[in-house]
C-alpha cells in the first residue's frame, strides 16, 4: 500500500485526479491516511472529506443485487414537498416536461374528537426513506415484511429511533400515516395526440395504523395495492443503497440523485435547463439565484456517489449530458435473480 506522503505527492502531480480516481489508485485506507495528516485542513473539513471517502468507495465495491434499491420513475422525475405543506387539506402537485404528479391528502379518524381529520401530504426525508423502503421491497412482491418492531423497521430505514415529542419515532409515524392514506395520481400526457393517461393509486394498506403515540400491536408486514405493485414493477428505477444512505440526510440530494439517475442514461443529446426550470422540478422555494446555490452544493455530494454523472453548472442553469446509470444495466432484472 502506498503511503500518504508518496500518495500527497502523486496527487500534487495530477489535480484533476476525481475522489473515485484516488480510491481506485491509492485505496481507501491511503486516501483516508491523506486526509488525517493534512494539517493545512481543518478538522471539520477532515470527517467531510473522510465521510465522503467511505461513501465514495462503498458505492464503488457494490456488486450485488442486494446493493440495490428501486424508486418509481414517476417520483424520480418529479418530488414530494421538501418541508411540512401549509395546509393538510390542500394536495401537491409537481409537473416535468409532460409527466404530471398530484398527490391528495387522505383523512383519518381524530381519536380526540371521532371526527375524520385531514392527515397532509408526505414531505421530508423520513418520508422519502419510507418510500424508498417500499419500492425496493415491493420489487420483489406485495407483501413486505417490516421487521419484527418500530425500532427494528427504523432501522431498516436507517434512522436512529429516538421518543419524545420532536423524536424521530413520532416523525416516522406521521410520515407512514401520511404516506397510508395519500393517493397519487400519476399523469401522462401523449406528445401526438395529447391526451392524458390516468393512474391513480393508494401505496400500501395499514400504514396509516400508527395515528397516535399510544402502544398497540405491531404490525410486522403490510401489503402494497396490486395496482401500485404492478405499476412499480414496469417503471422502478434502480439505485444504489450506499448513496442512498449517504444523502439520507437532505431531501435535495435524494431528489437530485434519483431525477439524474433516471433522467441521464435516457438522455440521447447534451440538454440545458435554466433554473426556473430547475426550481420547478425540485419543489424548491425562494428566488432561482438561492435555488441555484442549493443545487450546486447537493451535486458535490451526489457526484460523490454517483460516479458517472455528468451534470454541468452554469450560471443561468444546468447542463446535462448522456451518462451511464447508477447501477449497471447487466446487475439488474426487477423481481428476479442476478
Excluded at 401500485?228 to 414496469?234: D, K, M, Q, T
Aim: charged share 25%; with cysteine.
Amino acid at each position: 500500500m502506498m503511503s500518504a506522503k508518496l500518495a500527497r505527492t502523486a496527487l500534487a502531480d495530477d489535480q484533476g485526479r476525481t475522489i473515485h480516481s484516488q480510491l481506485e489508485l491509492f485505496g481507501l485506507d491511503t486516501c483516508l491516511e491523506m486526509m488525517r495528516t493534512d494539517r493545512a485542513l481543518p478538522a471539520t473539513v477532515v470527517v467531510a472529506r473522510q465521510r465522503q471517502l467511505t461513501a465514495a468507495h462503498r458505492v464503488m465495491c457494490e456488486d450485488s443485487i442486494e446493493d440495490v434499491s428501486f424508486l418509481h420513475a414517476g417520483l424520480c422525475q418529479t418530488s414530494l414537498p421538501h418541508s411540512r405543506p401549509a395546509a393538510n387539506n390542500e394536495p401537491w402537485q409537481r409537473s416535468n416536461g409532460r409527466f404530471h404528479l398530484v398527490v391528495e391528502p387522505g383523512t383519518v379518524i381524530d381519536p380526540a374528537t371521532g371526527r375524520a381529520a385531514w392527515v397532509g401530504v408526505p414531505f421530508g426525508t423520513r418520508a422519502r426513506l419510507i418510500m424508498l423502503y417500499l419500492n425496493r421491497h415491493g420489487t420483489r412482491g406485495r407483501r413486505v415484511h417490516l421487521g419484527n418492531s418500530m425500532t427494528d423497521w427504523m432501522d431498516r430505514l436507517g434512522i436512529k429511533a429516538t421518543g419524545g415529542k420532536n423524536g424521530s419515532i413520532r416523525a416516522v409515524k406521521e410520515q407512514s400515516v401520511r404516506l397510508g392514506r395519500a393517493r397519487f395520481s400519476l399523469q401522462f400526457e401523449n406528445p401526438e395526440t395529447g391526451a392524458l393517461g390516468i393512474s391513480d393509486t393508494q401505496l400500501a394498506d395499514h400504514l396509516h395504523l400508527w395515528v397516535t403515540d399510544a402502544e398497540g400491536p405491531w404490525l410486522e408486514e403490510i401489503e402494497l395495492t396490486e395496482k401500485f405493485h404492478e405499476h412499480l414493477r414496469e417503471h422502478a428505477v434502480p439505485l444504489s443503497d450506499g448513496a442512498i444512505s449517504y444523502l439520507s440526510g437532505s431531501s435535495l440530494k435524494l431528489d437530485l440523485y434519483a431525477w439524474a439517475a433516471w433522467r441521464l442514461p435516457r438522455l440521447e443529446r447534451s440538454l440545458r435547463l435554466n433554473w426556473t426550470q430547475v426550481a420547478a422540478t425540485f419543489s424548491a422555494a425562494g428566488e432561482a439565484n438561492k435555488v441555484a446555490a442549493k443545487v450546486r452544493e447537493a451535486l458535490v455530494d451526489v457526484q460523490t456517489v454517483y460516479r458517472d454523472m455528468k451534470i454541468e453548472t452554469a450560471r443561468h442553469g444546468l447542463l446535462l449530458h448522456p451518462s451511464k446509470p447508477p447501477i449497471p444495466r447487466t446487475l439488474i432484472q426487477v423481481g428476479g435473480k442476478r
